[in-house]
């Protein structure tokens, strides 16, 4: 079965420290993975996606993202956090063909200054 | 190039009235998908529409529906609100069947009193 676990719901990071963010998914199939956030309100916002090659993989406004494929597991990293990174952060798998996606139930990340 | 908008963005029902929710994918994008967000569930697919045509489906009941029209617009319906409907409903447009990426709409939050 498909499924996408995020083991912290709540995060709490102070500002300039490093993030990481951990995902561990299930999938049949070769999975394309993402990472979206949210901030309150809002819809979701692409942070970054892999597909292949590469595993480790840049995206939007500092964040990367390593693909270790043994571990079934897709963490996204930021070596310095902002206040403005304060929102909820969900992975996602799904594969080429399938506009269906699985969500993971997000880790809300807090900025103290 | 617009994003995904969404109507209307905030709504208001009562149980067992329907509800008409909007979407308008960003301009050249043919698939729509549709997503229940809420605290207890988090995100959950409901459905798909490529061409006018469904083509994935989610575990809702038969109350949810949708469908798309050949500007790609897409609408969907829940007939019956019960008080767990109550929830955010993110819609995703991609460029074409297969695309790897979706992109979301700030979403439309419904409360059923």
């Known amino acids: 079965a498909q499924s996408v676990t995020q083991p912290d719901i709540h995060i709490t990071v102070s500002e300039g420290a490093s993030l990481e963010l951990r995902c561990n998914y299930s999938y049949g199939a070769t999975p394309y993975l993402f990472w979206y956030v949210q901030s309150p309100g809002q819809g979701l916002q692409l942070l970054l996606k892999y597909f292949s090659g590469d595993t480790l993989v840049q995206g939007i406004k500092g964040f990367e993202a390593e693909f270790k494929r043994s571990q079934s597991s897709f963490n996204l990293r930021k070596p310095s956090v902002h206040w403005s990174d304060a929102a909820e952060y969900f992975c996602?798998?799904?594969?080429?063909?399938?506009?269906?996606?699985?969500f993971g139930s997000g880790t809300k990340l807090n900025v103290k200054p | 190039k617009a994003g995904v908008t969404q109507t209307p963005r905030y709504l208001i029902k009562t149980r067992g009235q329907q509800v008409t929710l909007s979407c308008s994918p960003i301009s050249g994008h043919r698939s729509v998908s549709w997503y229940q967000q809420t605290p207890g569930q988090g995100l959950q697919f409901l459905f798909e529409y490529f061409s006018e045509t469904q083509r994935n489906k989610g575990n809702f009941p038969g109350r949810f529906s949708g469908r798309q029209f050949s500007n790609s617009r897409s609408e969907m319906n829940v007939s019956t609100l019960e008080l767990g409907d109550s929830a955010l409903y993110l819609c995703a447009s991609s460029l074409d069947q297969g695309s790897e990426t979706q992109y979301f709409g700030p979403g439309t939050r419904l409360l059923v009193l």
């Open positions: 996602a798998v799904g594969a080429l063909g399938f506009n269906k996606f699985y």
